[in-house]
C-alpha cells in the first residue's frame, strides 16, 4: 500500500512538473502567465506533501534551465520556487490564508530583490534601467506615429497628443524611479491573493481542504499596522537628519499606507453596505458607483474611512483579520 501510495506521488509530482514546464514556456509569449507558476505546487503540497511540492519545483527548474536557457531557469529558480514553496508550506500546514499570503508576499518580495542585485552583480543586468528604456522606446515609437499622423487631424488634437505622452513619459520615469519597492509590495501581495485563491477555487475538484478568505466587508488591517508604518517613518526622519537622502524611502511608506487604506476603506464601506436593508442588486450598484467615484477622484473619501476605523473600530469586529 505504500509503494503504492509512493508511487502516486512520485507520479503526480511529474505532472505537476510538466504543468510547470508548460506555464514557463507560454510565459515567453503570454508575460502574465508565469503569475500563475504556484497554484498547482499549492495543490500538490496540500495532496502530496511539502516534499513532493520541492522535488516538482526543483525538477522543473532543471527542465526549464535545458529547455528555454540557463537565464530563464535561474530567474524562476530565483524568484518562483520560493515564492511557491512559500505558499505551499502555508497551504500544507493549514495555516490561515491571510497568513500564507503573508508567507508569499514575503518570499516574493526576498526573491524580487536577490534576483535584482544577482543579476546586476553576474550579468551586469539593470533591470529598473531596462525597464525605463524598454518604456522610453515605446514612447519614442508613439511620438513617431502621432508626428506622421494624417494631414486631416487637427493641430489641437496633436498638441493634445503630445500633451499625454509627455505625461505618461514624466509618470512613468517618475514611477521606476521613486516607486519600485511599492509595485514590489503590490505586485507580490497580488501574486500571492490570485494564486491562493486560484488554489482554492480548485481544491473540492481535487478533494482537498484549503482555507479560504474571510469576506472583504470583514478584512481588517491589525492596529499594530499603523504603528510599524508610523515606526518606520520617524525613522526616516531621523535619518533624514543625518543629511541621509530618504525622500524614497517615505514616498513608498506614504504609498504603502494609502493603497492599504484604500482597502481598508473599501472593507468598511461593503460592511455598512452588507448591513443595509437594500436588494443585493441595488447593493451591487451602490458599490460599484462607489468605486467608479473613487477612481474619479473621490478615494480620500475611501482612505478616511479605512483610518477611522483601524482608529476607533467602526465595524467593532474586536480582532484584525
Request: proline share 2%.
Amino acid at each position: 500500500m505504500n509503494r503504492n501510495n509512493k508511487t502516486s506521488s512520485i507520479t503526480e509530482s511529474a505532472m505537476i512538473t510538466g504543468i510547470l514546464v508548460i506555464i514557463a514556456f507560454l510565459s515567453s509569449f503570454i508575460s502574465i502567465t508565469m503569475f500563475f507558476y504556484p497554484t498547482p505546487v499549492i495543490i500538490l503540497a496540500k495532496r502530496k506533501g511539502i516534499k513532493y511540492a520541492g522535488l516538482s519545483l526543483l525538477a522543473a527548474d532543471i527542465i526549464i534551465s535545458i529547455l528555454l536557457g540557463a537565464t530563464t531557469g535561474f530567474i524562476y529558480f530565483i524568484l518562483y520556487t520560493p515564492f511557491s514553496l512559500a505558499l505551499a508550506y502555508g497551504a500544507y500546514h493549514d495555516e490561515s490564508a491571510n497568513k500564507t499570503l503573508l508567507y508569499g508576499a514575503a518570499a516574493y518580495m526576498i526573491s524580487f530583490v536577490i534576483l535584482i542585485l544577482s543579476m546586476n552583480a553576474f550579468m551586469g543586468v539593470n533591470i529598473i534601467e531596462q525597464l525605463k528604456t524598454a518604456y522610453m522606446e515605446s514612447i519614442k515609437m508613439t511620438e513617431k506615429m502621432i508626428s506622421e499622423m494624417p494631414a486631416g487631424m487637427s493641430t489641437e488634437d496633436i498638441n493634445k497628443a503630445y500633451e499625454f505622452t509627455n505625461y505618461f513619459k514624466e509618470s512613468t520615469n517618475f514611477i521606476l524611479t521613486n516607486l519600485f519597492p511599492a509595485i514590489i509590495i503590490t505586485v507580490s501581495v497580488i501574486a500571492s491573493y490570485i494564486n491562493y485563491l486560484v488554489a482554492e477555487r480548485f481544491s473540492r475538484r481535487f478533494s482537498i481542504r484549503i482555507n479560504k478568505f474571510v469576506r472583504l466587508s470583514h478584512f481588517s488591517f491589525p492596529r499594530t499596522f499603523m504603528i510599524a508604518m508610523a515606526a518606520l517613518l520617524l525613522i526616516s526622519y531621523l535619518l533624514g537628519a543625518l543629511k541621509l537622502n530618504v525622500r524614497v524611502i517615505q514616498l513608498n511608506l506614504f504609498n504603502i499606507v494609502y493603497l492599504a487604506m484604500i482597502l481598508q476603506g473599501f472593507a468598511v464601506i461593503k460592511f455598512f453596505l452588507e448591513r443595509s436593508r437594500l436588494s443585493r442588486p441595488l447593493k451591487s450598484l451602490v458599490m460599484f458607483m462607489i468605486i467608479y467615484m473613487t477612481f474619479s477622484g473621490m478615494v480620500v473619501i475611501v482612505v478616511l474611512a479605512g483610518l477611522l476605523d483601524l482608529a476607533i473600530d467602526l465595524r467593532k469586529l474586536n480582532k484584525a483579520v
